[in-house]
């Protein structure tokens, strides 16, 4: 089987962190765009709680003008680390990951990623 006519995949392993300092909402990740890129995989997200209490987190993903909430006041237990994630998620070209605890300066953020590019 010839495969030179199949189309290949270049992929890009990526940590992105934050330390949510306000209760504002934060801009986590935003995936690339442009004719090449294709999708990427979201492997994971840790939520990390240092602050000894009890906090909530709200994480949105944004296409347009469109807003999806992905957790909706998800409990992470005080100084505990919590898995988001059961499963990986896939978003595309200019969706955006945004993130939001009802504590400042409680909540670390660790998403690990896969970037997906169109090869030749």
Known sequence: MDLSSQRQYIQRARNVTVDLTTTSETLLYTAPSGDDF?????E???????GGQ???ID??????SDTFNLFSGKVISANSTSELLER?????????????GNHAGNLDIHMSIVEYAKGD
């Open 44 to 50: 994971s997200i840790l939520v990390t709680e240092d």
């Open 88 to 100: 990986p998620i896939i978003i595309h070209a200019d969706e955006i990951i945004k993130v939001q």
């Open 38 to 42: 294709d999708f990427v995989v979201i």
């Open 59 to 64: 994480v949105t993903n944004t296409h347009g």
């Open 54 to 56: 009890q906090t909530q």
